[in-house]
């Protein structure tokens, strides 16, 4: 029987060369020549000023204290995401206000959010999900008109665009993630994105826990010692020398990602809606890095029908977050405001196995077990 799995990091020669290099090379901790070299490749892909960090959920919470969030600010955000988005700020105290998603697609809805803005809001966090940019432009006029700071949680959006302008590099701050479930990885690591030079210099110094060591080592003080709060959030040079190779062969597995993506969508989108389930929305400002195939279910009976076919052909395919308003944590803080759209999200979502050594074969089979399946 056929046994596909729902993720596989693409791990290729040129990874086990650096990470040797690195370890026969001696320097091992943090900001060595492969992390110099990463921020270099990030700066020409037009990321701008970053800073490698051990997680996208480090990189997330170095953003709270970069914004001085604390007791009584109150942040925006979706319902629809992963935990790093909340916990970055809950950490410091903050009030979670929770926006629904769209109708269209799983992203944070702009008059969800303009609905929430009071004079205590300090920032919204969006979060692009799947790498489909959010609604840039009208929560960008918000987050103007009210002199509220942007976070991007741009955990799954390498190589994805809002008109032409990397994710990531659109709100005050950015985060991205290279957890071997993203689209490149080095296994766990993370980058912190900065537009103000000012709020870099002082990114630097939170994650180099409060010092100003990175001015040190560039000679530009003569000694270094606790000049602001912070921890440790930078990570090892091995795993920038893994990440670097990932990198390096960027286009390669984006492209195919794009492949197995366009087998599914060939497959299955003009065929799903028969059975009343339907495939992502791409609004025209968005560009596709291929990062997640989802499909949105009719119901949640329907979802599990699918995703239990699928595990009995062999194949493992996964729904995605729970809302968090409602979450065990979080539900007895919630303001008790019902988010339909998140909730739908929460019990229809499917997602199908996307990884580079995937074959168009296998990505064949999986959409002709989904519509056996759905027709069953
Ligand atoms: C993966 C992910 C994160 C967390 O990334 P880590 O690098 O594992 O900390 C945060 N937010 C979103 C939306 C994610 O998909």
Redesign the pocket.
């Known amino acids: 029987m056929t046994s596909i799995p729902f993720n596989k990091p693409s791990v290729g020669q040129r990874e086990l060369d650096y990470v040797a290099e690195c370890l026969r090379g001696g320097k091992h901790s943090g900001d060595g020549p492969f992390t110099r070299r990463c921020h270099e490749a990030f700066r020409a892909m037009g990321l701008g000023r970053t800073l490698l960090t051990t997680?996208?959920?480090?990189a997330?919470e170095m953003t709270a204290l970069l914004l001085d969030v604390g007791p009584g600010d109150e942040i925006i955000l979706p319902s629809f995401?992963?935990v790093?988005?909340a916990n970055a700020f809950a950490l410091r105290g903050a009030t979670l206000r929770f926006a629904d998603s769209g109708i269209d697609d799983p992203n944070i809805s702009p008059e969800a959010i303009e609905a929430l803005i009071t004079p205590r809001t300090k920032a919204i966090v969006v979060?692009h999900y799947a790498g489909v940019a959010c609604d840039m432009d009208r929560i960008g006029d918000l987050a103007r008109h009210h002199g509220i700071a942007i976070v991007e949680?741009a955990?799954?959006a390498i190589d994805s665009y809002h008109r032409g302008r990397p994710l990531g590099t659109i709100g005050d701050l950015g985060a991205l993630?290279?957890?071997d479930?993203?689209n490149i990885s080095s296994g766990?690591?993370?980058l912190l994105l900065v537009r103000d030079e000012a709020m870099q210099q002082r990114a630097e110094i939170i994650r180099e826990k409060g010092t100003n060591r990175s001015a040190f080592f560039r000679g530009e003080v003569d000694k270094y010692g606790w000049v602001d709060v912070g921890s440790s959030f930078l990570p090892s040079d091995v795993l920038a020398a893994y990440l670097l190779a990932q990198l390096e062969r960027i286009e390669e597995i984006q492209g195919r990602r794009r492949t197995i993506w366009d087998v599914y969508d060939r497959a299955l989108a003009s065929r799903v809606d028969a059975y009343g389930v339907r495939t992502a929305r791409l609004p025209d400002w968005a560009t596709n890095n291929a990062h997640m195939f989802y499909l949105v279910c009719a119901d949640l009976p329907q979802r599990q029908r699918l995703i239990d076919g699928l595990r009995a052909a062999g194949i493992s395919a996964a729904s995605h977050y729970l809302s968090l308003h409602s979450s065990p944590y979080f539900h007895r803080f919630h303001d008790g405001r019902s988010l339909p759209n998140s909730d739908h999200y929460t019990d229809t979502i499917v997602r199908l196995p996307l990884f580079a050594d995937l074959t168009d074969a296998q990505a064949d089979q999986v959409a002709t077990h989904v519509l056996d399946i759905l027709s069953a």
């Open positions: 997680s996208c959920t480090d997330l995401t992963f790093s988005s979060v949680d955990a799954q993630s290279f957890h479930t993203k766990e690591g993370g």
